[in-house]
């Protein structure tokens, strides 16, 4: 039996045991009472739901256990667990059907004791239940065993997109990764939920540009999310908060007055992308179970990875090539799965076709029982790999299921374009000749007509393309101004032809109705685009004073000094010898009502000083120089030994950031900033100090120096000009 440690991440107690029964109840008791109390009335109305961030249910070390686990799993299986635990470690004795038994006990559980008490609650109250798992960590079964089955269970399913590297071909990648995106529609269409959002763009960096933005934010929408959540907005950058994973969405930043410009094309794009439904034919496996089967709490078989990849590359590949299809969760087809006139019925949606992917080894007996039904209704099975085990024991009845419907179920065991033409083509929708880029679509049918959601994704190369789909005329919907016109497109019966050009990042959004409306005017396109030589130089001029950000000083503690400690590191010592094991408590621990304020009772000989070097060359003016500091009531702050003051009202990048006139102290050479905490206090993080004011910044052997401005700038980068920090 092993048990989470307590944790200064979790206010210093232990992970709660989301498997143990009642214990969801008795967090929504102990928390939600509140929130009822005094906002109960706005439940629905401004208080739309409630989000949870990553549960999970990972060991810390040996089995998942819980009280009734061994009970759970014989209710279930048949037989005593105990006896075979050497097989979640080792492969051992019957180890695949262990292993399978045990990972779909530990997931229904958490299904059970976790998602289906919130669902129930926020049904009750009219509220959403919304948040996201750990997608990335699939195919491995620890934190939750099947992220696709648990969102089943939200009114507004919802996964997390984190930093600004894009990779469309690693199982574990964030933007890019089309089998995490797809988790999410599908089990959206299946269960009739609307909304899908998506806590985006966290940990992207401080130099996430609007391109960034959009590629990456076009490309989530086009595989189905349609409520931006975006990651995350800082009260304050003071102290540690500034690393925890910026960008952040306010006045800190240097375009936020110009952000409504991104945000209203994503706002018109959620709007557009719930109308109607995603109407999608194919079904694709996934082979969650399959992979159970090789994880381990020792050493996992990289068959388990092989078998991720593999799946990944298979869905990618789908996409690209503009097929159509929904994932299948074995769990959600356990629970919403039917057949009916020849179709796989999942919840709210039917599919015709079902795919068995690459390297499949095992079927929960709920899906072959499904299957058998599918086939013999007269279902087209695909299958790419054949199943040999069913619940992770004998496949008797599959091997015979197999051979009895050989020539009914296509097999094939490589995808081809020359298999995605004669197997996967939509006979609504169909592209032709796109070059360049990396084309992706979406495409939702309503009541008179479909709206169709073109991205390319290349932040390098253009794309260009067409496409054939049933229809009267087409409309472009722009939506980064919001303007509405005709779309030029050739009607051929029935159907109707549009050619498409994106630029790099680009998209567009066209509306094609099935009714002979009115189409509406094309805009006029010049034919011939001559570039325009200059007749004057470009002007370019610093909007502020420039910056120079010192993040390195001398640190004096108990009499010892340490010179050149990166500030991370100097708060972190210096909180270490106060008592604090892991460092700034800022930065390593989640306070708990007052849990770390309360210890901010240091003595009245305790504190440190930390002083910074920076050096001045040549002719500089000085006069408007100015210094940057957090947190002022923290320190007694000198410049060249001399005391000095804030400017009153002043403060540069954050309110909590105050501003120093220096000009006046400052001299060519060697220059030092000190600042003096006496006595110790809880918010005394040692953070990087900043010089503003009209001047160049130069890399230097060690660090960089201040010289003199640069008469102009030109086009290009800024780094190379003496601004690096600017």
């Not at 960096?205 to 933005?213: H, I, K, P, R």
Request: contains cysteine; charged residues 20%.
């Amino acid at each position: 039996k092993t048990f989470n440690e307590k944790s200064d991440w979790y206010g210093g107690f232990s992970y709660v045991g989301l498997l143990y029964q009642g214990v969801t109840q008795k967090f929504i008791e102990r928390t939600m009472s509140g929130y009822e109390k005094y906002l109960g009335s706005e439940f629905g109305k401004t208080i739309p739901g409630t989000f949870t961030d990553e549960p999970q249910i990972e060991s810390p070390g040996g089995i998942r256990w819980t009280p009734d686990l061994f009970d759970v799993f014989m209710k279930q299986w048949n037989y005593d667990l105990r006896t075979s635990l050497p097989s979640l470690y080792e492969e051992t004795g019957d180890w695949k059907r262990i292993r399978h038994n045990y990972t779909r006990t530990l997931l229904q559980m958490f299904i059970d004791r976790w998602a289906k008490p919130w669902n129930a609650y926020c049904e009750e109250k009219g509220l959403k239940f919304t948040g996201h798992y750990w997608e990335h960590s699939w195919p491995g079964m620890q934190p939750g065993g099947d992220n696709m089955a648990m969102y089943a269970w939200h009114q507004v399913p919802a996964v997390d997109m984190l930093f600004n590297q894009y990779d469309d071909h690693s199982a574990h990648a964030q933007f890019g990764n089309v089998r995490a995106i797809k988790e999410l529609a599908s089990a959206a269409n299946q269960t009739g939920r609307q909304r899908k959002l998506s806590e985006t763009y966290g940990g992207s960096g401080w130099d996430l540009t609007f391109t960034d933005m959009k590629r990456n934010g076009d490309w989530e929408y086009a595989l189905g999310v349609n409520f931006m959540n975006q990651h995350l907005t800082y009260f304050t950058l003071a102290g540690a908060r500034k690393y925890d994973y910026p960008p952040s969405f306010d006045y800190h930043e240097p375009w936020w007055n110009d952000y409504k410009y991104n945000n209203d094309h994503y706002a018109r794009l959620s709007l557009a992308l719930s109308a109607g439904r995603q109407i999608n034919d194919i079904l694709v496996l996934e082979p969650t179970t399959s992979s159970w089967l090789y994880d381990s709490y020792t050493e996992p078989n990289k068959r388990s990875q092989e078998i991720g990849q593999a799946f990944q590359s298979f869905v990618t590949k789908l996409e690209k090539s503009q097929v159509e299809y929904d994932l299948g969760s074995e769990n959600i087809l356990k629970d919403l799965g039917s057949v009916s006139k020849g179709k796989l019925v999942v919840g709210q949606a039917g599919y015709s076709r079902v795919v068995i992917p690459p390297l499949t080894e095992n079927l929960d007996m709920a899906t072959f029982r499904l299957l058998e039904k599918f086939v013999a209704a007269g279902g087209k099975l695909i299958a790419f790999s054949e199943p040999s085990l069913i619940d992770g024991g004998s496949g008797d009845q599959l091997k015979e299921f197999f051979s009895k419907n050989s020539g009914k179920i296509i097999t094939r065991t490589e995808l081809t374009d020359a298999e995605i033409s004669e197997l996967f083509t939509s006979i609504e929708t169909g592209f032709k000749g796109v070059t360049g880029g990396t084309l992706y679509h979406h495409r939702r049918i309503l009541a008179d007509g479909e709206l169709l959601f073109l991205v390319n994704s290349s932040t390098e190369s253009s794309l260009t393309g067409s496409f054939k789909t049933k229809g009267t005329s087409a409309t472009e919907m722009n939506t980064l101004t919001g303007q509405i016109y005709g779309y030029p497109a050739i009607q051929s019966g029935d159907e109707i032809s549009c050619s498409f050009s994106l630029p790099p990042a680009g998209s567009l959004l066209l509306f094609i109705p099935n009714t002979g409306r009115e189409a509406l005017p094309v805009p006029s396109v010049p034919k011939n685009m001559n570039p325009v030589q200059s007749s004057s130089p470009v002007n370019v001029s610093r909007d502020e004073d420039n910056a120079l950000m010192i993040d390195f000083c001398d640190l004096e503690l108990d009499g010892e000094i340490t010179k050149d400690l990166n500030t991370y590191y100097a708060a972190d010592k210096v909180f270490r010898y106060y008592g604090f094991t892991n460092g700034n408590p800022w930065n390593t621990s989640v306070q708990f009502k007052t849990n770390t304020v309360e210890r901010d009772t240091f003595g009245i000989n305790t504190g440190f000083t930390a002083t910074y070097h920076f050096t001045v060359r040549g002719k500089v003016d000085a006069a408007s120089m100015k210094a940057v500091v957090e947190r002022t009531g923290m320190w007694k702050i000198s410049v060249n030994g001399s005391e000095v003051n804030p400017e009153p009202g002043k403060w540069w990048l954050d309110r909590s950031l105050s501003v120093f006139s220096i000009g006046s102290m400052v001299r060519t050479g060697e220059n030092t900033i000190t600042l003096k905490a006496s006595p110790m206090k809880i918010h005394a993080e040692i953070e990087p100090v900043y010089i503003l004011g009209d001047f160049s910044v130069k890399p230097a052997d060690k660090g960089f120096t201040i010289e003199a401005a640069a008469s102009g700038y030109t086009l290009g980068s800024w780094k190379d000009q003496g601004l690096p920090f600017y």
